[in-house]
């Protein structure tokens, strides 16, 4: 049987992936596809909604690439981290917003949409 503390301690080890730069980009663009929703959730509700279920599927999928053991999971999750990056890419282009702030994100999403492809290769298998 565990103890208090030594259940804390398993629960407090950082995971590798959140090490991982691919990892830290998607976590910071889904921060900032957030603040562009919260921005135009008043007028545009439902693209802010739709903004926010794909800029979070982002991290969640490549943590799951980057975890994946085997090669057909690993594929499967960077194929969806992918196709996730370029819905927002997608959405965000239709996005008004102040600035540049949604181009911008569009931007910042095919680029870490080819870092990924560059890093899995096509079929998602690690390649680096």
């Not at 981290?81 to 890419?89: F, G, Y």
Request: net charge positive.
């Amino acid at each position: 049987m565990q103890t208090h503390r030594a259940r804390m301690v398993a629960m407090s080890v950082r995971p590798d992936y959140k090490n991982n730069p691919l990892w830290n980009e998607a976590i910071a663009l889904a921060r900032d596809a957030y603040a562009i929703a919260t921005e135009l959730a008043a007028r545009e509700p439902d693209e802010a909604r739709l903004l926010r279920r794909v800029a979070v599927a982002v991290p969640a999928r490549l943590a799951g690439a980057l975890e994946a053991d085997e090669l057909e999971a690993r594929a499967a999750e960077t194929f969806e981290a992918r196709a996730a990056l370029e819905e927002v890419a997608a959405v965000a282009d239709r996005l008004p917003t102040r600035g540049d702030a949604a181009r911008a994100l569009a931007r910042r999403a095919r680029a870490l949409e080819g870092s990924v492809r560059r890093s899995f290769g096509q079929s998602g298998g690690r390649v680096c």
